[in-house]
């Protein structure tokens, strides 16, 4: 089945790091996004993670991939306020061409 | 290179109108995806486009429709409008190959009076 679900509300202090979590219940998925969004704004493309890699760090943000679990997480590290967005987390499935699947977005609220 | 970019950014119609909605994808980019997002539904796929043949089509009514021309931008279409279709319309493109990544246009804000 499709179902990504997300945590709703994420709030942090300048410097922290934010840890974004999500659960997807289709175990072929072949490509796991995260994706942001800011106000007004379309979807930004933040990293993607293969289904058969565990981890995944590009600058300040580490992806983490538990497939036992179906977990996806990201970790962004000296979140800044401008990191305050909704981010969503997003699957595909090699055999679903481009379709995404997306959760219902985490709102991360930077707080100075 | 330039973005996707979608035409035009804000619409107002009232019920029972037809609207098109236009999507221009990053150059060389020959996939356009479509994505409606809602607050209470979040965002849902709409149709998937490639070298103007539809791949791939979410769960909406037939009064929603789309195509793709030879030079890869897309239009799609609402037909007797209902209140409920509000929402903001994503497009998005890809290039074949590139590990499915897809890149968004800043959306048309669709407001159905």
């Known amino acids: 089945g499709e179902d990504v679900e997300q945590s709703l509300f994420l709030s942090v202090r300048e410097g922290d790091s934010s840890v974004i979590n999500c659960t997807y219940t289709d175990s072929s998925s072949t490509y796991l996004y995260w994706y942001k969004q800011e106000p007004g704004a379309g979807l930004q493309l933040l990293t993607y993670?293969?289904?058969?890699?565990d981890m995944k760090q590009d600058q300040r943000l580490t992806v983490l991939l538990n497939k036992k679990d179906k977990h996806l997480s990201l970790r962004i590290a000296d979140t800044q306020t401008g990191d305050s967005a909704i981010y969503f987390c997003a699957e595909t499935w090699m055999d679903s061409s481009y379709k995404l699947i997306f959760g219902s977005g985490t709102r991360l609220l930077v707080r100075p | 290179k330039a973005g996707v970019t979608q035409t035009p950014r804000y619409l107002i119609k009232t019920r029972g109108q037809q609207v098109t909605l236009s999507c221009s994808p990053i150059?060389?980019?020959?996939?356009v995806s479509w994505y409606q997002q809602t607050p209470g539904q979040g965002l849902q796929f709409l149709f998937e486009?490639?070298?103007?043949?539809?791949?791939n089509k979410g769960n909406f009514p037939g009064r929603f429709s789309g195509r793709q021309f030879s030079n890869s931008r897309s239009e799609m279409n609402v037909s007797t409008l209902e209140l409920g279709d509000s929402a903001l319309y994503l497009c998005?493109?890809?290039?074949?190959?590139?590990?499915?990544?897809?890149?968004f246009g800043p959306g048309t804000r669709l407001t159905v009076l």
């Open positions: 150059s060389g980019h020959r996939s």
């Open positions: 993670i293969f289904s058969n890699m």
């Open positions: 998005a493109s890809s290039l074949p190959g590139s590990h499915n990544e897809q890149f």
């Open positions: 486009y490639f070298s103007e043949t539809q791949r």
